[in-house]
């Protein structure tokens, strides 16, 4: 089956400590992508890479960070620095190209106490 | 700065009859959208696109119409069944930048019987 996995689904963390999500997928997409859900907002843009070892800041970057070594895997760290990081974490992917749709991941539930 | 808007956060609409939702965008830069279902804790699956040379695009029950000269476009879901209860999402790019998705705040659709 081709897919975008994340893991974990929940995942909580004491305040101050860095945590890394996971994202893999299978799809052989060029393009990867991490976005964030909080209530009441769309989903805005953290990182995105278009192909393997780089990677583009997106709108709500400061306080993370990300690697793409593989062009399966495309984790993101969620670093101290990061103010309010509890929220609804979304990777995705995509082909190389234009016109093209972005398939999303199941999600993480980032709870930081 | 909100490049797309979804101005109603809820709407209601009785199983068998039509959900028209709206979207806005204020970057005349944009010439592909898209429109996105999201069920909760799990990550949104793509539903139908148009690119801007058209003003319409079918797929099943569901119609996208665009009109350029308004910066709007609407998904019309004819007709609605309990199953289409969900947030959807506006999605916004540039066919030369698709790297980057502009998603809208959503729309929350209850189907009642």
């Known amino acids: 089956d081709g897919g975008i996995t994340q893991s974990p689904k929940y995942l909580f963390r004491k305040e101050g400590q860095n945590v890394t999500l996971s994202c893999e997928q299978n799809l052989n997409h060029d393009a990867m992508y991490w976005y964030r859900q909080d209530p009441g907002q769309g989903l805005r843009l953290i990182y995105y890479?278009?192909?393997?070892?780089?990677?583009q800041k997106g709108d709500i970057a400061e306080g993370y960070s990300v690697s793409r070594e593989k062009k399966e895997s495309f984790p993101l760290t969620v670093t101290s620095a990061q103010k309010n990081p509890t929220a609804f974490y979304l990777c995705?992917?995509?082909?190389?190209?234009?016109?093209?749709?972005?398939?999303f991941g199941q999600g993480t539930r980032l709870t930081v106490v | 700065d909100q490049q797309v808007k979804q101005n109603s956060p809820s709407l209601s609409v009785q199983e068998g009859r039509i959900s028209i939702l709206n979207c806005d965008y204020t970057n005349s830069m944009f010439d592909y959208f898209l429109w996105y279902k999201k069920y909760p804790a799990e990550g949104p699956t793509f539903l139908i696109s148009?690119?801007?040379?058209?003003d319409k695009n079918e797929d099943g029950r569901f119609t996208v119409f665009l009109n350029k000269s308004a910066k709007h476009l609407s998904l019309h879901i004819v007709p609605s069944q309990p199953g289409d209860s969900a947030v959807y999402f506006c999605a916004a790019s540039r066919s030369y930048n698709t790297d980057k998705l502009i998603f809208g705040t959503g729309t929350r659709l209850q189907v009642f019987p």
């Open positions: 148009i690119s801007s040379i058209k």
């Open positions: 995705a992917s995509s082909p190389a190209g234009w016109r093209t749709e972005a398939f």
């Open positions: 890479s278009q192909i393997v070892n780089d990677f």
